[in-house]
């Protein structure tokens, strides 16, 4: 596709324009593209090089845990690198999607093993990389209160596994979120920056 090129030719263009439902410009992938070279010169990112680039939005806390979470959830197609079309299929759904398409990609994130529902230990651990990341002034300004991820996990079990299967499914996961905003704010919050 000749992502690693320095200038996308108007037909990959046009396919991410699609692809991306319109959601960026040409100018903006363009852009988009050029500050991708600029961390990932060869076109593709490493998971190495994803938990620097990473790091970089949250240098007070440990973002290593959570980044390789991102970084599993940003490479679709699970060969170890992200590159710039799944960058900016991620960037999509994570910063111009609508609520539901953030909470689906949040899903995906959350869930760990791909198989389509969220253990209770998937949850605990995406929830434990979150706190690992934050500051305690960070952990209770965004979450407003002082609950462990296993407690949170309760409460979120508790919320959005309608049959009590001690899993959550997608519909789950979707219906239990939107009934909060401040739920969907911290499912899906920093993811990208």
Known sequence: MGQSEAKLDKKTVDE?????DR?????EIRDLHKDFL????????TLAGFRRVYGRYFPTG?????????FRTFDINGDGVVDFREFLMAASATSKGTAEDKLRWAFSMYDMDGDGCITRAEMVKILQSIHKMMTP???TALLSDNYSPQE????LFKLM?????DEININEFIRGAQQDKDLIAMLTQN???
């Open 23 to 27: 959601r960026f410009t040409e100018q």
């Open 152 to 155: 949170r996990t309760d409460q």
């Open 137 to 139: 002034q960070m952990r």
């Open 161 to 165: 596994d309608a049959n009590k299967d």
């Open 191 to 193: 993811v990208v920056q």
């Open 16 to 20: 991410l324009v699609r692809l991306t």
């Open 62 to 70: 440990t973002a290593d845990e959570f980044s390789e979470h991102v």
């Open 38 to 45: 600029r961390d990932c010169p060869s076109g593709k990112v």
